[in-house]
C-alpha cells in the first residue's frame, strides 16, 4: 500500500532559526515528489518537485532534498520567518498507471516572534 | 498565465439540502481536474478527478458526484447533504496526470 508519512506532527519555532521537515514515502514505483505550502483556509501552494534523478532543489530559503534509496525526503527551511506558520504537505505520485498521489498529512509549522 | 476559480468561498447549508460547488481553470487547455475534500485536521483526500470532458473517477464511495461539463469546468455537487460532508473543498489542475496539481482558493462548507 503505497503511504506517506511526515514528521513531525507539528512544530514551533522562533522567528529566524532553521527547521528541517522530513517525509518517509512506501510509493512505488516512483514518479516524483512535491512540497507544497498550505496557509490556513487557503489551498496549497507548490514549493518545489523532484524527480527520481533529482538530490536537491531550492526555492528562496526552501531547500528540499530526495533520497531515492532510502525513499525519505526533507524540508529545510532556513532564517525562518512569520509568514512561514503554515501546513507543509509532502505528496508522492507514481507512474503505475493511477492518476492518485499519496498525501502526507502535514506537519503544522508555528513560528513565534 | 493560468488561473484556477472556485467559488463560493464559504458556504453553510442545512442537512438534506442540494450542493453545488464550481471550478474553472483559465489559460490552459484539457488539463486533468480534480476534487479534494480537507477534514479539520486531516489530510487531503481525493474525491474525483477527470482527464477529458465527460470522464470522471470517483475515488471515494459517497453521497457526492462530479461532472465536467466544459473542458475548463469542473462541478461538484449533492442531492441531500449529510453532517459528515463538512470540510474544506479544493479543486486543483495539472498538465500532467501525474505532475505536478494547483490548487484552488477552497471553499468551506458546513453543514448544519
Known amino acids: 500500500k503505497n503511504q506517506v508519512e511526515q514528521s513531525p506532527q507539528s512544530l514551533i519555532i522562533l522567528e529566524g532559526k532553521n527547521c528541517t521537515l522530513q517525509c518517509n514515502y512506501t510509493v512505488s514505483p516512483f514518479s516524483n515528489l512535491r512540497w507544497y505550502k498550505q496557509d490556513t483556509g487557503r489551498g496549497p501552494v507548490s514549493l518545489t518537485i523532484m524527480t527520481f534523478s533529482e538530490n536537491t532543489k531550492s526555492n528562496g530559503r526552501y531547500t528540499a532534498t530526495l533520497d531515492a534509496d532510502t525513499k525519505q525526503s526533507s524540508l529545510h527551511i532556513t532564517a525562518s520567518q512569520l509568514s512561514d506558520s503554515a501546513s507543509y504537505i509532502c505528496?508522492?505520485?507514481?507512474?503505475?498507471?493511477?492518476?492518485?498521489?499519496?498525501f502526507g498529512r502535514g506537519t503544522s509549522l508555528i513560528v513565534h516572534p | 498565465s493560468q488561473t484556477i476559480h472556485q467559488w463560493p468561498a464559504t458556504l453553510v447549508q442545512p442537512v438534506g439540502s442540494p450542493l453545488s460547488l464550481e471550478c474553472t481553470v483559465e489559460g490552459t487547455s484539457n488539463p486533468n481536474l480534480y476534487w479534494y475534500r480537507q477534514a479539520a485536521g486531516r489530510g487531503l483526500q481525493l474525491l474525483f478527478y477527470?482527464?477529458?470532458?465527460?470522464?470522471i473517477s470517483s475515488e471515494v464511495p459517497q453521497n457526492l458526484s462530479a461532472s465536467r461539463p466544459q473542458d475548463r469546468q469542473f462541478i461538484l455537487s449533492s442531492k441531500k447533504l449529510l453532517l459528515s460532508d463538512s470540510g474544506f473543498y479544493l479543486c486543483?489542475?495539472?498538465?500532467?496526470?501525474?505532475?505536478?496539481?494547483?490548487f484552488g482558493p477552497g471553499t468551506r462548507l458546513t453543514v448544519t
Open positions: 505528496v508522492v505520485s507514481t507512474r503505475s498507471g493511477s492518476y492518485i498521489p499519496t
Open positions: 486543483a489542475w495539472s498538465v500532467d496526470p501525474f505532475g505536478e496539481q494547483y
Open positions: 477527470s482527464v477529458g470532458i465527460g470522464q
